[in-house]
């Protein structure tokens, strides 16, 4: 149903953002004459019956032009002076089958020509001035610019001095002051410390997502010199597998999948490349402000070295990652669309603003203007992700450089100018054998192959067919999905978010309010990413650093110390430690941007390693731990969960990097008959399974992995009981209790209180209690009751099995304390 609005509900507001810069100006005499004789009878014509003293639709009356000031709730619809960017002349003409107005009858030429002429003149009205000086004011809040000066999020990170506490001797680093200042302002003591075994558990989870082995535990526990824990989380930090469970947190946040999704669940066969960039990111310590500009603009970072270049072309994979609608009838909205999917992930993902809400609208919090909004979207306007828009649509691949490529590219020209060669060279012989034949002045036929022998004409045939072969069959270098420059283009404002319906143009540039127009220069003849990139990664932004590090601790501590993690706006929470978020935003790029150095940081507190232990008292004053007291209880996530249970069976695979899926690019993956041939059977570590959109492995979406449309940094935990029904019957688990009891027996135990014994340090990294050894062997005797002779063997391997599962199951193997 088309939407109705009436002209007047658009005069209304014609002049509320414009108020403030015509405070000192009265209107022409030959404006207010023009008004008169024109626009006020075309508005009592058309407007006053719902809009004057005794209706007023869309909370509008425009009898008065103090009510015109303020408006009501359509929202800005005159630019005065500029007419092409005015959405009450769009609705007039009739260009939007959407906004048409009046709705039944549309004004003549002549209306229509006096109307864009009163907006060209700047909208005069006769009672202007005095309702200036009475003060009325519009409906729009603040001015962003003074939002700007005062949400915290905002202002430049600072290095504040560390508070005072009274009990001096717990922090064992300037995180723990800041934290016991509040736990002593609120009464609260923090928790005892966390026993050793416990420690060396929690952290090996944190960082590598596995668990420790006997002997790690072993080693730490034995390790009596001062900087125990500091070299146990340096060995993590070293690991390769950090890379490929840290990276995993970041890929929730870059939204990446192995699949498109939406309408055609295409096959993003080459985003393996950019998950493995990540890895080897985070494994190399790579600086974040590089990190950010590698993904932003990592085509346009120059090196001469062919395989940093590779690197960068992958890292703008990020750009290209999101979900879109391939077969989108409307190739504009398509692109549009593919648009503000990229700005909304950028927004999210490095500023923790929600950039896509100004789309159709100033935004309703923070300081982004629509006008914002379409200079970003010019800058990637002006950047090529899509190599077709035509259905099914396609996305853009880099060509990467690759040794063996060039190398089997070399041999395989050499092969066809060769074939070529030979070809021409039996051409040549046949033609000179068949003029020969002729005679010398004798003219050849128009087709002489036609006279060649018939031996001849099979053997250019058969040498043709190869040349089509080889000339069919080259070999393909490898590509990664990502962006390049485009031709440098601005946008005009799209009223509404519609690309029918377009308003002033826009030139590319960033947010007005976030940043000085002085120190941005974006070149006629680019696109602008490097320039936003630079924004982004630069010390003077106010959010970049204090959403990373928020990111870090939330995934330390369960909890972020700004809660809503993907958003640092008016709407987001307020910060529980605000100026311990900015201490560690501040020592964060002191330490040249270094995640790892963060960890450590964090890891070496007394609050990392608090006990778990709850305390009434404690509870009662804070019972959401938002002070942090305590250590948070935190499930093992998904990919943790199945890693664990192939790690403590011998079974895991940790092969790194690699396709995640084999089947051809742009391939759909999960078709409309609903088939998905997606094999998940592999035993390579989870990071490395495919990420299917719209058809996520069942094990994962049942223990809360991301969505992989949208970037979370955020994810949620929940406790269902299919959860427990999944651990108790799945297959899956089955299978792998039963491994986990063939590895106890290979290890050649001398007794079966050994092998509990054994089986309780390998899943639960601590050794089995007395009573728990007798409750075991109790459990296993009921197996030797019921089983006699030959089958008795294989009972006690199914009792044993059954145990195996009863361990991986309980609480204690899936939470971290």
Known sequence: MRRVVSI?????????????????????????????????PLLAQHCYECHGAGEQEGELRLDRYGDVIRGGKSGSAVVPGKADA???????????????????????????????????????????GE??????????????????????????????????????????????????????????????????RTLIRRATFDLIGLPPTIEEVDAFLSDQAPGAFERVVDRLLASPHYGERWGRHWLDVARYADSNGLDENAAHANAWRYRDYVIHSFNEDKPYDEFVREQ????????EDPHVRNERLVATGFLSLGPKVLAEPDK???????????????????????????????????????????????????????????????????????????????????????????????????????????????????????????????????????IARLTKEPPRAPTAMGVQENAACDLAIHIRGSHLTLGEIVPRGLPAALVSAASVSIPADASGRLALAEWIASQENSLTARVLVNRVWRWHFGRGLVETTDNFGLKGTLPSHPELLDWLAHTFVSDGWSIKRLHRRIMLSAAYQLSSDYDAESAELDPRNELLWRSNIRRLEAEELRDTVLAITGQLDTTMAGPAIEIENYTLVFNHTSMDETKYDSPRRSVYLPVIRN????????????????????????????????????????????????????????????????LYQTALCRPAKEGEIIRALEFLERFDRVADGEGQAAQRHTAWQLFCQALVISNEFVYVR
Not at 88 to 115: G, R
Not at 695 to 716: E, I, K, M, Q, V
Not at 718 to 728: F, I, K, P
Request: hydrophobic letters at 40%.
């Open 695 to 758: 058809h996520l492995h069942d094990s994962f979406t049942l223990f809360d992995y991301t969505d992989a449309s949208l970037p979370n940094g955020n994810r949620s935990t929940s406790t269902v009981a299919s959860q427990a029904l999944y651990l108790m019957n799945s297959d899956f688990l089955a299978a792998i209790a039963g491994k986990l009891a063939d590895r106890m027996f290979s290890v050649g135990l001398a007794s079966e209180a050994d092998r509990v014994d054994w």
């Open 8 to 40: 007047c509900s658009l005069l209304a507001i014609a002049s509320i953002l414009w108020i403030d810069q015509c405070v000192a100006i009265e209107p022409e005499q030959d404006g207010i004459v023009f008004f008169e004789t024109k626009i006020r």
């Open 332 to 466: 504009t909205k398509m692109e549009m669309d593919i648009i503000d999917e990229q700005i909304d992930t950028i927004g999210k993902a490095f500023l923790g603003l929600a950039l896509g809400c100004a789309r159709c609208h100033d935004h309703k919090f923070d300081p982004i203007t629509t006008r914002d909004y379409y200079a970003l979207a010019g800058i990637f306007k002006s950047t090529h992700t899509m190599d077709s828009f035509e259905t099914i649509a396609r996305w853009h691949e880099h060509e990467l450089f690759d040794e063996k490529f060039e190398q089997e590219k070399a041999t395989h020209e050499a092969q066809l100018a060769a074939r070529q060669g030979e070809l021409d060279e039996l051409i040549a012989e046949a033609t000179a054998s068949l003029q020969e034949q002729l005679g010398a002045s004798a003219a050849l036929p128009a087709k002489p192959e036609e006279s060649f022998p018939e031996e001849t004409r099979e053997k250019l045939k058969a040498s043709r067919e190869a």
């Open 296 to 303: 932003l603009a990592g085509d346009l970072l120059a090196s």
């Open 86 to 128: 005015s959405l009450l002349i769009t609705a007039v003409k009739y260009t939007d089958n959407d906004l048409q107005m009046p709705p039944d009858d549309k004004l003549d030429k002549t209306q229509i020509a006096d109307l864009i002429s009163w907006v060209n003149m700047g909208a005069p009205h006769p009672d202007a």
């Open 131 to 196: 309702e200036r000086k009475m003060g009325v004011q519009s409906n729009r809040p603040m001015p962003f610019d003074q939002v700007a000066l005062e949400h915290w999020a905002f202002q430049p990170p600072r290095e504040p001095a560390l508070p005072a506490v009274q009990n001096s001797a717990w922090p064992h680093s300037p995180i723990d002051v800041f934290l016991l200042h509040r736990l002593e302002s609120a009464g609260i003591r923090p928790a005892k410390a966390v026993d050793r």
